[in-house]
């Protein structure tokens, strides 16, 4: 008989239970492997591409809100003037912004034969009706009481939608911040309604292109480079999102009564911090 010391990980090592693990008290695992269920209404097909289809977006859902968190907590130290703080956390929402834009890749080659094949069971559902998504634009300064009014039906969502659309966005709290430490950030812009969309200020890039053409290691020429970053892992979502809609679907209309393909790349379009992107024409 053999005998050999149990590596880490082996079943001789693991503790017995008296209720479920450490593990599943923790992340709630089960919890999450059960939200996989048809509705009542609409039941699974025998797509094979369902259940993927399903599990991506729910993985989607839970990167929306990790993102919201980190630009939250990005916001409240901006507030602070903390800006370590705040570095901090656009760098943790990046990375998590890395992975949300990979998990495109089970959906990606999609053929409109094998879409088809459950489409009909999500019936009027749709992506335009996630409200971790709006959060997500809310923060980004793309604020519209439409939005809003839309999710009137549930009332925690209407609620908790409704506190990001009259908080300033991360956007406001950055140029605030900089005026807090001596930028000439137009007081329009800093006495703004919050409510409102953010719209381009040519007095913004002013502030940008001497921060760009000052020290080039100021740590607000890296909050800078760190908020295009952000921009641009948004703006390849949005992008990646019409490729792969155009290639399961085509120019259909979409699912909850938008023009699709077209609604897609209008959004596909839309400048996130725009200034940042303005500003390199003029540095």
């Known amino acids: 008989m053999i005998n050999r010391t149990p590596v880490p990980g082996d079943a001789a090592e693991l503790a017995v239970f008296s209720g479920t693990s450490p593990y599943e008290d923790y992340v709630h695992a089960s919890v999450l492997g059960s939200l996989q269920q048809p509705s009542l209404q609409q039941p699974f097909t025998d797509a094979p591409d369902e259940m993927g289809f399903l599990v991506t977006t ?3 859902e839970l990167w929306f809100k990790l993102i919201v968190h ?3 907590a990005a916001c409240d130290a901006f507030a602070k003037q903390d800006l370590p703080a705040a570095l901090d956390a656009l760098e943790r929402s990046r990375r998590a912004h890395l992975s949300l834009n990979a998990s495109w890749t089970p959906l990606a080659a999609l053929t409109p034969v094998r879409f088809n094949g459950f489409r009909a069971a999500f019936g009027k559902a749709s992506g335009a009706q996630s409200v971790r998504y709006r959060m997500m634009e809310f923060l980004l300064g793309e604020k519209s009481d439409a939005i809003l009014d839309a999710h ?3 009332p ?4 908790e939608l409704g506190e990001h659309l009259h908080a300033p966005s991360l956007w406001d709290e950055v140029l605030r911040y900089l005026h807090s430490q001596g930028h000439e950030v ?3 812009v800093l006495r703004r309604d919050v409510t409102q969309e953010y719209r ?6 002013e502030v940008w292109r001497r921060i760009y053409r ?3 290691h100021d740590p607000l020429l890296r909050l800078a480079e760190l908020l295009t970053d952000i921009a ?3 703006e390849r979502w949005r992008t990646d999102h019409l490729l792969v809609v155009r290639r399961a679907m085509g120019a259909r209309p979409g699912s909850a009564g938008t023009s699709g393909l077209d609604w897609l790349d209008r959004r596909a379009r839309r400048r996130v911090f725009p200034e940042l992107w303005t500003v390199r024409s003029h540095v």
């Open 200 to 205: 381009p200020d040519e007095g913004v890039v």
């Open 152 to 154: 009137r039906g549930d």
């Open 214 to 216: 000052g020290p080039q």
């Open 156 to 159: 925690v969502e209407h609620a």
């Open 70 to 72: 980190e630009w939250r």
């Open 232 to 234: 641009e892992s948004v």
């Open 186 to 188: 137009p007081q329009a």
């Open 58 to 60: 729910q993985v989607m």
